[in-house]
């Protein structure tokens, strides 16, 4: 067995049990994460196991990858320019609305997932918690999105950050999806700026994970480079930030 083969299989495993301890997803349907109803009965369930919403957070929660994405931001700021971005498969995870209130520089925060059940869940969860910006011309929305149809909803060059908290993990982890998987890295290069930045967080390791993306990039038009920083360990599992960052520069 290759060490990428070792490592989807014990990932999928960690994955798998965390969808497990949360629904009654079958192995049937953890298979079958890059599709739309999985995730509207995963969130339905989830759901209706309280009677109070509570955010769901793959992996970890805001507070422990702040030090990622704040500073990166910062870098990216400019007076009166509003920086865009998405939190790609964001579910009903708290990590798009944490950086729209505590961003001190305006940005539109866009929290984007495939299950429009995630998507109502959240939009109601912030009107009722009336969440406030730390910046005033800061702007939050909420869409239902399928991450392999970007080109659809985003023009080239548009965004200045995608945050990928465990979307890419997903595809990467089900039958159909690796396919998939490639399509929207194409599609991420396509849609940022050349100043941006796509940010994975992964419990992949490095030497499948980084294997994957370098593969992934050189099939692209937009060239890119691909780096990685560990985020920590938590309840026995080490967790990773992937970051790319596209060139100006296009192959020939």
């Given at each position: 067995?290759?060490?990428?083969?070792?490592?989807?299989?014990?990932?999928?495993?960690?994955?798998?049990?965390?969808?497990?301890?949360?629904?009654?997803?079958?192995?049937?349907?953890?298979?079958?994460?890059?599709?739309?109803?999985?995730?509207?009965?995963?969130?339905?369930?989830?759901?209706?196991?309280?009677?109070?919403?509570?955010?769901?957070?793959?992996?970890?929660?805001?507070?422990?990858?702040?030090?990622?994405?704040?500073?990166?931001?910062?870098?990216?700021?400019?007076?009166?320019?509003?920086?865009?971005?998405?939190?790609?498969?964001?579910?009903?995870?708290?990590?798009?609305?944490?950086i729209y209130?505590?961003?001190?520089?305006?940005?539109?925060v866009t929290?984007?997932?495939?299950?429009?059940?995630a998507v109502?869940?959240?939009?109601?969860?912030?009107?009722?918690?009336?969440?406030?910006?730390?910046?005033?011309?800061?702007?939050?929305?909420?869409?239902?999105?399928?991450?392999?149809?970007?080109?659809?909803?985003?023009?080239?060059?548009?965004?200045?950050?995608?945050?990928?908290?465990?979307?890419?993990?997903?595809?990467?982890?089900?039958?159909?999806?690796?396919?998939?998987?490639?399509?929207?890295?194409?599609?991420?290069?396509?849609?940022?700026?050349?100043?941006?930045?796509?940010?994975?967080?992964?419990?992949?390791?490095?030497?499948?994970?980084?294997?994957?993306?370098?593969?992934?990039?050189?099939?692209?038009?937009?060239?890119?480079?691909?780096?990685?920083?560990?985020?920590?360990?938590?309840?026995?599992?080490?967790?990773?930030?992937?970051?790319?960052?596209?060139?100006?520069?296009?192959?020939?």
């Open positions: 067995m290759s060490s990428l083969t070792k490592s989807l299989t014990l990932s999928r495993r960690i994955f798998s049990a965390c969808v497990r301890h949360h629904s009654s997803l079958t192995n049937e349907l953890i298979e079958n994460m890059d599709k739309k109803s999985t995730w509207d009965r995963f969130y339905t369930e989830n759901s209706s196991r309280t009677p109070t919403f509570k955010n769901f957070e793959w992996f970890f929660g805001f507070d422990s990858v702040r030090d990622f994405i704040m500073p990166l931001l910062q870098t990216m700021s400019q007076p009166n320019t509003l920086l865009k971005v998405l939190d790609m498969g964001c579910g009903t995870s708290a990590l798009g609305p944490s209130k505590d961003s001190a520089f305006p940005v539109c929290c984007a997932d495939i299950s429009p059940i109502g869940l959240m939009q109601e969860h912030v009107r009722f918690k009336g969440i406030q910006p730390h910046n005033l011309s800061s702007q939050l929305e909420f869409v239902e999105l399928d991450c392999t149809q970007l080109d659809n909803h985003y023009g080239s060059n548009s965004l200045d950050l995608i945050i990928d908290k465990g979307t890419t993990d997903a595809l990467l982890r089900s039958k159909e999806g690796k396919g998939k998987a490639t399509s929207v890295m194409k599609q991420c290069l396509r849609v940022l700026r050349s100043s941006g930045s796509l940010l994975q967080f992964s419990d992949e390791d490095p030497d499948s994970r980084l294997l994957w993306l370098e593969t992934a990039v050189q099939e692209q038009v937009v060239a890119a480079d691909v780096g990685v920083q560990e985020v920590g360990e938590l309840r026995g599992v080490c967790y990773y930030c992937y970051h790319v960052t596209p060139h100006s520069v296009v192959k020939l």
